[in-house]
């Protein structure tokens, strides 16, 4: 399974999310540090999930990097992160 | 963590009034996310205190479990973790950041 997909699995699972966009901006990174040559070690992810109500910046941040924690571990370098409620996706 | 990295950390968040943990330093950022955070505490004109963890291993795993943050930049303010790079731009852009500074009567650019 590849990274990304690996990804999307994951928190659909934990955050069921209303809408979630996946991009793979490692190639805006090559030859910068972290940069895999296999590609798949910068993503950037918008989230929309109703669990996020209620919760910091911070706190929603954290959510999603303790479900991904396996993922930044290992090849993922960098994730960005735009985390929004349903009220707030507009 | 070395409990000698957490007192470090913990003296120089209570010391400095904004401490930039990031990628290189705020002339030469070795990251693009550093360098954006750079960018907007100049938009802001704040003074700020940097720690490259480039040349500091201990320190670059140590702020990370101290955060409980998994990534680089990390800012905080009056010793308070406030966010990494995209926390500290949507902050930024929705004027929260400004904000959060002259709350915590920390000179900036709009406050001058």
């Known amino acids: 399974m590849t990274i990304s ?51 910091s910046r911070v706190e929603r941040h954290r959510m999603v990097y303790d479900i991904l924690a396996e993922e930044l571990a290992g090849r993922v370098h960098a994730i960005g992160l735009r985390t929004l409620t349903p009220a707030e996706d507009v | 963590m070395e409990a000698s990295v957490a007192d470090r950390i913990r003296r120089d968040i209570s010391e400095n009034d904004v401490v930039l943990y990031m990628k290189g330093t705020p002339i030469f950022p070795q990251c693009g996310f550093s360098a954006a955070v750079v960018q907007v505490l100049g938009q802001l004109d704040v003074k700020y205190k940097s720690f490259d963890i480039l040349i500091d291993p201990g320190l670059r795993e140590g702020i990370k479990e101290f955060s409980n943050w998994p990534t680089l930049p990390q800012l905080y303010v009056k010793g308070e973790f406030v966010g990494g790079c995209d926390i500290v731009k949507e902050m930024y852009q929705a004027g929260e950041l400004a904000a959060l500074f002259q709350a915590k009567g920390i000179a900036t650019a709009a406050g001058a």
């Open chain 1, 5 to 55: 997909a690996r990804i999307e699995q994951k928190l659909t699972a934990a955050l069921t999310p209303s809408r979630l966009v996946i991009n793979d901006d490692s190639a805006r990174h090559q030859g910068h540090g972290g940069h895999h040559p296999e590609g798949e070690s910068h993503f950037h992810l918008t989230v929309v999930s109703a669990l996020f109500e209620g919760q």
